[in-house]
C-alpha cells in the first residue's frame, strides 16, 4: 500500500505527468499473487509490463540503432520463463519504434542490436561476466535478482511484501548513455555509484 500512496501521491503533485505515465505507475503497484499454479504466470505477466512500461519512460542516444526503422529490442536468455510475456508485446510501439524480442544463450553473444538486456535468469558469475562485455555501451540492463544492482547494472526488478518495485543506478545508466525520465525516477529506489548499494 504504501507504493500505491507514493504513486497516486506523484500524479496528485505532478500535473503534467501523461496517462500513459500514470498507467505506467500504478502497473507498478500490481499484486503478486501467491496462487500455487498461477504465481509464476502472474510474476512474468507484471514483470513484462513493468519492463515494457519502463522502455517508455527511457531515451536512448541515435547511436543505439542503425537507423530510424530499427526496431526497439529486448534480448532476454533463451528459454527465460519471462520471453513468453514479453513476446505477447512484440509489435506494440515505443517511441515510434516496434518493440521486439531477442534470445541470447549462455554463449555472451549478445544480439548486436539489443536496446534492453534481460540477465534475470543468468547464473551470477556468468551475468558478471555478460556485464562486463556491454559495459557503457546504450543498453538498458535489467535484473531481478539481489545482486544486480551490485554488479554495476542499470535496473533491479525486485518482489517485496508481494509487490514489484525498482531499483535505479543512476550512475550506471549515466554510462551506458540513457536518459530516465525524472518522473521514472521519483518512484524508483535510487542508488548513484557503481557499486549499488
Not at 543505439?64 to 526497439?72: N, Q, R, T, V
Not at 551490485?150 to 551506458?176: H, M, P, T
Request: glycine share 4%.
Amino acid at each position: 500500500m504504501k507504493l500505491l500512496y507514493r504513486i497516486q501521491a506523484s500524479c496528485r503533485r505532478t500535473r503534467r505527468l501523461t496517462a500513459s505515465c500514470c498507467v505506467a505507475l500504478l502497473i507498478l503497484s500490481l499484486p503478486v499473487h501467491a496462487k500455487a499454479d498461477s504465481a509464476a504466470a502472474s510474476e512474468f505477466t507484471i514483470k513484462a509490463a513493468i519492463i515494457f512500461k519502463i522502455a517508455k519512460f527511457v531515451s536512448w542516444p541515435e547511436q543505439a540503432f542503425s537507423g530510424l526503422s530499427e526496431p526497439l529490442t529486448v534480448c532476454v536468455k533463451e528459454g527465460a520463463p519471462i520471453a513468453a510475456a514479453l513476446s505477447t508485446l512484440s509489435g506494440k510501439s515505443i517511441h515510434g519504434r516496434v518493440f521486439t524480442v531477442k534470445n541470447y544463450s549462455e554463449s555472451l553473444l549478445i544480439p548486436s542490436d539489443c536496446q534492453i538486456l534481460l540477465v534475470n535468469s543468468v547464473r551470477s558469475e556468468r551475468q558478471t561476466a555478460l556485464l562486463d562485455t556491454i559495459s557503457s555501451q546504450p543498453i538498458l540492463t535489467i535484473g531481478d535478482n539481489d545482486q544486480f544492482i551490485d554488479q554495476s547494472s542499470i535496473i533491479g526488478l525486485e518482489i517485496k511484501q508481494n509487490r514489484v518495485q525498482f531499483v535505479i543506478n543512476v550512475a550506471a545508466s549515466e554510462s551506458a548513455g540513457l536518459d530516465i525520465s525524472a518522473q521514472l525516477l521519483q518512484l524508483a529506489k535510487i542508488t548513484d555509484n557503481r557499486q549499488g548499494t
